[in-house]
């Protein structure tokens, strides 16, 4: 019986936690890890940058290889990572399968003091998954409460939309979700109460103040800090996996969900923009134009800023985890991800906001030294060589690029001055502020 060497136990230990590939190169002083794809990446930053990308996209860490014999793991894109010393090969276990207990995302650097050539203990990969705990039901007097449900990306992290879903419509209760869960109600779903944290008043008219009871789940704190949401009423945060059970001794009330005045106030707003025509675009019908575009199973990802914005907040989402706008500003994430999704043979159309920045540029030549197909849409208001006639030649134009090889890169005009559109209904923009 062969015995494990110490990087065969932490290869192991991070495919159990969800872990598909490593960015990095030799200057980490690691060769590689057993049982994981490695993809050399020669520029830390980049490393860092794709591996975030990769476990904000995925259920488990993304993984890049630093100089200093560094492990990252990550899933929160700019977010500064925790630093720790792994030196004992015998918490390799807990210490990977801990690596964001209790966080939605997290972001930690393990200097590794290990000789992964050496045998390592008879140790088993571990799965800390936070299922353990009692299965939670609400008594059914609450059913009479005025109550709502805040979600956040845990809930698609967690496999748990199903569940959301089940529990919204048996207790016939609305679902006011973060922007990181756009998608786990359609946005014309009677469950739908809008997507939240872009701007100041959107708690405010999502009528959190007025609910009874509010249940919590899945929230990431950078989206939605606590003292933003947090109601005169009661609070009952939940994990996403009790989500099922939560109305099952409930007798299903015989009532639809009220829509708040941010999702009215904001769909009146937004209505003629949509169906306006002219050039440049303006930012709603931009966005309505890459839902248009976007295959059945294809990704759509921003950058922070003004396109982040309009994408967050004005793409008619349809399927869960196909819009992605990070919950920290970080410069580059929405080329990284495109290239992710393009080395997963995924369809995927990146955006960001003129000028691209450093890092956009540097992931749009690494994707075509890697052959790796890459869209990425450019907007502005005179952004250099946009010509895009229509709104619909938008989307056709872009629908073709999908299908076609190689890296495109569309400059498409796009009209920020309606911003104030959004600032006057829902208040001054906070995201990304944190």
Request: glycine fraction near 12%.
């Given at each position: 019986m062969s015995t494990q060497t110490v990087g065969e136990l932490l290869g192991r230990c991070l495919l159990a936690a969800g872990a598909r590939r490593v960015f990095g190169s030799a200057e980490s002083g690691i060769r590689r890890i057993p049982g994981l794809r490695h993809v050399v990446v020669a520029e830390p930053a980049l490393a860092v940058l794709l591996a975030d990308a990769d476990g904000r996209l995925?259920?488990?860490?993304?993984?890049?290889?630093?100089?200093?014999?560094?492990?990252?793991?990550?899933?929160?894109?700019?977010?500064?990572?925790?630093?720790?010393?792994l030196d004992d090969p015998s918490l390799i276990p807990s210490v990977i399968a801990g690596w964001s207990l209790g966080r939605v995302h997290a972001s930690v650097d393990l200097d590794l003091s290990l000789d992964l050539d050496a045998p390592a203990p008879a140790l088993e990969p571990l799965r800390l998954d936070g299922t353990g705990g009692e299965v939670l039901t609400l008594a059914p007097t609450l059913a009479e409460l005025r109550s709502m449900v805040l979600a956040g990306p845990g809930v698609l992290r967690a496999g748990a939309v199903d569940g959301l879903r089940a529990f919204a419509?048996?207790?016939?209760?609305?679902?006011?979700?973060?922007?990181g869960a756009k998608g786990v109600f359609a946005w014309d779903s009677p469950f739908h109460l809008g997507t939240a944290g872009l701007q100041s008043r959107d708690f405010e008219l999502a009528g959190l103040g007025d609910a009874e009871l509010l249940i919590v789940v899945g929230v990431d704190p950078l989206e939605a800090p606590r003292d933003r949401w947090a109601s005169g009423g009661q609070v009952l945060e939940v994990e996403p996996w009790q989500l099922a059970a939560l109305a099952w001794r409930w007798e299903r009330p015989e009532r639809v969900?009220?829509?708040?005045?941010?999702?009215?106030?904001?769909?009146?707003?937004?209505?003629?923009?949509?169906?306006?025509?002219?050039?440049?675009?303006?930012?709603?019908?931009?966005?309505?134009?890459?839902?248009?575009a976007r295959p059945p199973g294809g990704l759509v990802v921003a950058d922070p800023g003004p396109a982040g914005l309009w994408v967050a907040r004005a793409f008619p989402t349809t399927e869960p985890g196909s819009v992605v706008v990070p919950a920290a500003f970080v410069r580059g994430f929405a080329a990284a991800a495109a290239v992710l999704a393009g080395l997963d043979?995924?369809?995927?159309?990146?955006?960001?906001?003129?000028?691209?920045?450093?890092?956009?540029?540097?992931?749009?030549?690494?994707?075509?030294?890697?052959?790796?197909?890459?869209?990425?849409e450019v907007w502005g208001a005179e952004v250099a060589g946009a010509s895009?006639?229509?709104?619909?030649?938008?989307?056709?134009?872009?629908?073709?690029?999908?299908?076609?090889?190689?890296?495109?890169?569309?400059?498409?005009?796009?009209?920020?001055?309606?911003?104030?559109?959004l600032v006057e209904v829902a208040g001054e923009v906070v995201?990304?502020?944190?």
């Amino acid at each position: 019986m062969s015995t494990q060497t110490v990087g065969e136990l932490l290869g192991r230990c991070l495919l159990a936690a969800g872990a598909r590939r490593v960015f990095g190169s030799a200057e980490s002083g690691i060769r590689r890890i057993p049982g994981l794809r490695h993809v050399v990446v020669a520029e830390p930053a980049l490393a860092v940058l794709l591996a975030d990308a990769d476990g904000r996209l995925g259920t488990g860490p993304g993984v890049a290889l630093l100089p200093g014999r560094r492990l990252h793991l990550g899933s929160q894109p700019g977010e500064p990572a925790e630093r720790l010393v792994l030196d004992d090969p015998s918490l390799i276990p807990s210490v990977i399968a801990g690596w964001s207990l209790g966080r939605v995302h997290a972001s930690v650097d393990l200097d590794l003091s290990l000789d992964l050539d050496a045998p390592a203990p008879a140790l088993e990969p571990l799965r800390l998954d936070g299922t353990g705990g009692e299965v939670l039901t609400l008594a059914p007097t609450l059913a009479e409460l005025r109550s709502m449900v805040l979600a956040g990306p845990g809930v698609l992290r967690a496999g748990a939309v199903d569940g959301l879903r089940a529990f919204a419509e048996q207790a016939a209760v609305g679902v006011l979700n973060t922007w990181g869960a756009k998608g786990v109600f359609a946005w014309d779903s009677p469950f739908h109460l809008g997507t939240a944290g872009l701007q100041s008043r959107d708690f405010e008219l999502a009528g959190l103040g007025d609910a009874e009871l509010l249940i919590v789940v899945g929230v990431d704190p950078l989206e939605a800090p606590r003292d933003r949401w947090a109601s005169g009423g009661q609070v009952l945060e939940v994990e996403p996996w009790q989500l099922a059970a939560l109305a099952w001794r409930w007798e299903r009330p015989e009532r639809v969900p009220e829509r708040p005045a941010l999702y009215t106030r904001l769909a009146a707003a937004l209505a003629p923009l949509y169906d306006a025509g002219g050039v440049p675009l303006n930012p709603a019908r931009a966005a309505a134009g890459l839902a248009s575009a976007r295959p059945p199973g294809g990704l759509v990802v921003a950058d922070p800023g003004p396109a982040g914005l309009w994408v967050a907040r004005a793409f008619p989402t349809t399927e869960p985890g196909s819009v992605v706008v990070p919950a920290a500003f970080v410069r580059g994430f929405a080329a990284a991800a495109a290239v992710l999704a393009g080395l997963d043979g995924r369809a995927a159309i990146a955006v960001v906001t003129e000028p691209p920045d450093g890092a956009t540029l540097e992931l749009l030549s690494l994707a075509d030294h890697w052959g790796v197909p890459l869209t990425l849409e450019v907007w502005g208001a005179e952004v250099a060589g946009a010509s895009v006639p229509s709104a619909a030649a938008h989307a056709e134009r872009l629908a073709q690029a999908l299908d076609e090889p190689g890296v495109k890169v569309l400059p498409v005009p796009v009209d920020f001055a309606h911003t104030r559109t959004l600032v006057e209904v829902a208040g001054e923009v906070v995201a990304w502020t944190v």
